[in-house]
């Protein structure tokens, strides 16, 4: 007997479940035309059930007990929307045991264990669909997947996460400095209490996981991840930046060549000619670059209730709509590429250094000389006084150059008595260097 | 029988059709375990058999006879990669008659017989996969028929026609006029010997009608769409729009709400705070507004040879999924929502005007009397000597107002003894005007 409606389970019913529910009642019409079945939500797994809620839904669709999702035998699809790690992960296992397909937008689960979850789905015809986990509204994930299919991605970089661009926007744009800027990030909802894993990073390096496993086909895991957070960001590093023409952002990078991958999370000065540059404020966006099909750039909201339900509810259409062809499952993408991790000296980028140095003489060629000798070469150099004092401020851009080196000169430079002190470097992404007027 | 390879028959061989073999000869391990079968191209259709080509391939390969595709047996895809309406709609109907499933890069075919051609793959339960046909490598038509398949998609702008786009940003950054900045896209091979399809706003206006039939789910057809385009566009006309924070963009707009749709390609200032306005030369951007969603930009390379392989290429792993799968024809979105088009004082944006007045008193009182008699309220107006003259220019920037006010205002001007010229009027999107300094 043919299915007519499909009903769904949700477990979780915070913001975006909130949002999945006021599409799913507002678009009835359109979904069913679109899926070919009337979607409907069956039961809400909720901590509270009488707690007050921003929209109303009938009593008896909520419930504190998992198993009447879990194991009701009318429930098609679980969306899970509750986040965190544990129980969701156990949840999620349980409803494909059960043959139930699923749709989540947990990216700390999917980036710690994906690869587990989607062998399970394999393994029970399951579809997952996890578009909503990177990026909220940006359908980055269907583009890896599908409309890059036939191509071979090299690079992807992307400001995933929109609570440290929302900060690093506020100190480029009014000279903010770090803790004003997290300040007014926390007064308006874009930064949690505890802001760590924005600030820091994580967040960042586990989409960056989703991302690269996606794009190159291997499974990557977050400890492969090199990460370094905004939290050490001076204002007058981001307005060295932007005389020189470059915007600072906490930068996701995932790289492949021949010789393996490489994948960061970083303050990155980003060259004002470059498309990433211009993303401001908690927009997110991803420039992805294949070798056929050049540069591309996917931008939009990075988070909200509706952008991030948008995405969930064009999952659960796709869920539909293989449950109307009844080809679940067969969207798992399995990484089936070896993995190499590139080591130090295989990784390559310009950097962005600046030191406070004794004003004398001889003080540039050692500095120059100690670069040479890790054959590392300068594109840019600037030096000025620092401050009223006998001390110069010296500000350095380099040509590409491998890592190892780069870190090589940094321990050496710590251990010269010329230099007073390492203020700061970044990765710098995008064209060359070019003297702005302030 | 399962089939184990899947081949494919060409017709065309130029540009596309030699990056379409480039990238299958390529990456055929990547497209095995990406389709789950083998892809070989079986037959390309070609004019002349001897010509010389830039990439080889086996004499056995080519034919001039077109039945040779059509008409054989072990041909499960065509990819049209020929252009141009008559015979690639012909053998597009042919093939679908056959049940081959097609894949084409043939905009102006889908602009105007899309409607036929789909019916038929869905009487024939084929597939056509058209993703190349609007924005190159962007897969932007995927996102409107999965990503957003949730949402109600409100309005969608875009540059998609690089040719007009790298003369107007030549013209924006280094002040060249219409015509150099024409000759020297044509020098590069950007512009065509006859540029009349792409800087008349035609080609643009094809897309548009692609996209917006697309994302409203509403059959719209090639003379719904207002087009002008970019030949009248002068110099000053960008330099007085970057004074005031806007740059020149041919944009393609569609537009829905309750009083209906609304298509245009037309010279638009965009304000530099909206993403479209930072998309410069060849490069292609569709921006599009949901409900949900918000906004979100797709931005890539609209042409070339391999950005536009790759989306062909991409639709042919989707076809031959589905045929893995048996499931062809299913995703064939039909337009099922009834259409109304605006008229003309249902549609309503901000407008650029440039005058040249007699420099008297009790011009101005007249010319903004004029105004206030159709509603029209400005929010910015700028006067200066016109040229060493007894004249003035005047530049003005209105609120949002009815097409149908402002097409009166410029009626009456016409027949005013103190109005010596109009200029020129452009469409405005995106923030308010802001005198910057030059």
Same mark, same amino acid.
Request: glycine content about 6%; charged content about 20%; proline content about 4%.
């Given at each position: 007997m043919e299915k007519k409606v499909i009903k769904v389970g949700m477990m979780g019913f915070g913001t975006v479940g909130t949002g999945v529910v006021r599409i799913i009642r507002g678009h009835q019409e359109d979904l069913l035309k679109k899926s070919g079945l009337?979607?409907? +939500?069956?039961?809400?797994?909720?901590?509270?059930?009488?707690?007050?809620?921003?929209?109303?839904?009938?009593?008896?669709?909520?419930?504190?007990?998992?198993?009447?999702?879990?194991?009701? %035998?009318?429930?098609?699809? &679980?969306?899970?929307? /509750?986040?965190g790690i544990h129980p969701a992960k156990e949840y999620i296992l349980a409803a494909l045991e059960q043959g139930k397909h699923v749709v989540t937008a947990n990216k700390d689960l999917m980036a710690l264990y994906g690869d587990e979850i989607l062998s399970k789905a394999k393994e029970k015809k399951?579809?997952?669909?996890?578009?909503?986990?990177?990026?909220?509204?940006?359908? +980055?994930?269907?583009?890896?997947?599908?409309?890059?299919?036939?191509?071979?991605?090299?690079?992807?970089?992307? &400001?995933?996460?929109?609570?440290?661009?929302?900060?690093?926007?506020?100190?480029?744009?009014e000279g903010a400095d770090y803790t004003e800027a997290l300040q007014e990030a926390q007064a308006l909802g874009y930064a949690e209490a505890d802001p760590t894993s924005d600030v820091e990073g994580l967040d960042a390096a586990r989409k960056m996981v989703?991302?690269?496993?996606?794009?190159?086909?291997?499974?990557?895991?977050?400890?492969?991840?090199s990460v370094k957070g905004i939290s050490q960001i001076s204002k007058e590093?981001?307005?060295?930046?932007?005389?020189?023409?470059?915007? /600072? %952002?906490?930068?996701?990078?995932?790289?492949?060549?021949?010789?393996?991958?490489?994948?960061?999370?970083?303050?990155?000065?980003?060259?004002?000619?470059?498309?990433?540059?211009?993303?401001?404020?908690?927009?997110?966006?991803?420039?992805?670059?294949?070798?056929?099909?050049?540069?591309?750039?996917?931008?939009?909201?990075?988070?909200?209730?509706?952008?991030?339900a948008t995405s969930v509810v064009s999952d659960l259409v796709s869920v539909v709509k293989n449950i109307r062809l009844a080809i679940n499952g067969q969207n798992i993408t399995s990484s089936y590429k070896e993995k190499k991790c590139k080591s130090d000296n295989e990784k390559y980028c310009k950097y962005f250094l600046r030191l406070v140095v004794?004003?004398?003489?001889?003080?540039?060629? %050692?500095?120059?000389?100690?670069?040479?000798?890790?054959?590392?070469?300068?594109?840019?150099?600037?030096?000025?006084?620092?401050?009223?004092?006998?001390?110069?401020?010296?500000? /350095?851009?380099?040509?590409?150059?491998?890592?190892?080196?780069?870190?090589?000169?940094?321990?050496? /430079?710590?251990?010269?008595?010329? &230099?007073?002190?390492?203020?700061?470097?970044?990765r710098v992404e995008g064209g060359e260097a070019e003297w702005l007027a302030s």
């Open positions: 009337k979607i409907e +939500i069956e039961k809400i797994l909720v901590q509270n059930i009488d707690k007050k809620r921003n929209l109303s839904v009938p009593s008896h669709l909520l419930t504190v007990n998992p198993e009447e999702i879990l194991y009701a %035998k009318e429930i098609d699809v &679980i969306i899970e929307v /509750m986040g399951c579809d997952v669909y996890y578009e909503a986990s990177v990026a909220g509204g940006i359908p +980055i994930l269907r583009a890896l997947m599908d409309s890059f299919s036939s191509d071979r991605i090299t690079k992807i970089t992307g &400001i995933v996460n929109g609570t440290t661009n929302y900060i690093l926007s506020k100190m480029s744009h989703i991302l690269s496993t996606l794009g190159f086909h291997i499974p990557t895991t977050l400890d492969e991840v590093d981001i307005a060295y930046g932007k005389k020189l023409g470059y915007e /600072m %952002k906490l930068l996701g990078l995932a790289e492949q060549n021949e010789d393996g991958i490489e994948i960061s999370v970083e303050p990155t000065l980003v060259h004002l000619s470059h498309p990433l540059s211009s993303v401001h404020g908690v927009f997110n966006a991803i420039y992805v670059h294949g070798e056929a099909v050049g540069e591309t750039m996917f931008y939009g909201a990075g988070a909200g209730e509706l952008p991030t004794s004003d004398q003489a001889g003080v540039f060629t %050692k500095i120059t000389q100690l670069f040479a000798d890790q054959k590392i070469s300068l594109s840019t150099i600037l030096q000025q006084p620092y401050q009223h004092t006998q001390l110069a401020e010296v500000i /350095m851009i380099t040509h590409e150059t491998a890592k190892s080196s780069f870190d090589q000169a940094i321990r050496q /430079m710590e251990n010269m008595p010329i &230099i007073k002190e390492i203020k700061s470097f970044y």
